[in-house]
């Protein structure tokens, strides 16, 4: 929260002596409307990559996702199609279903494991790189455009708090919690 934010707020609220730190509840509704606000925001923005990534540059986020990670180096002997589902975050049916799609297009492939013959590496394919290299200068105009009102420092900031965010989200668990707060 930056300074102005919290200096506003606690003048709208009357509290000219009132202890930020000390004083402010930790769950008001602002908080809540304010939650609510940014994940709705997030919504909307990964609604918008989607459209975006499609009209800009063709392909779907996940697609995009897909041959990103395959392109990183340390990935070009292939990954497990489980790794990558990790990786990536995704669900299983919906990585199958975006790989087949790739595959027609012969950007990827699906070998056999070398330990596992039931398991199965995905590999970017000599055409799916030329394809990915080709898309370069696209995707960085792209990030260029989406960004242009961001600063560096504040792109870093976002992807900082990006982390955070994905990291407190790993970790909630409603279930667990739902469950030791019970009484029987």
Known sequence: MNAGFLLVSLDRLGADSIDPVKDMPMASEDDKSVAN????RLFQVSNILQKQTISEVGLTTVQWAVLGALSRKGFEEGISFNALTEYLVVSRQSLDGVLKRLERDAHVERIPHPDDKRARIILLTHQGRAFWESLQPRIHEFYRDGLSSFSFD??????HYLNKLQHDL???ALNAKEETTETP
């Open 154 to 159: 504040e792109t870093v900031s976002l992807l």
């Open 37 to 40: 606000r940014l994940f709705f």
């Open 170 to 172: 790993e970790n909630t």
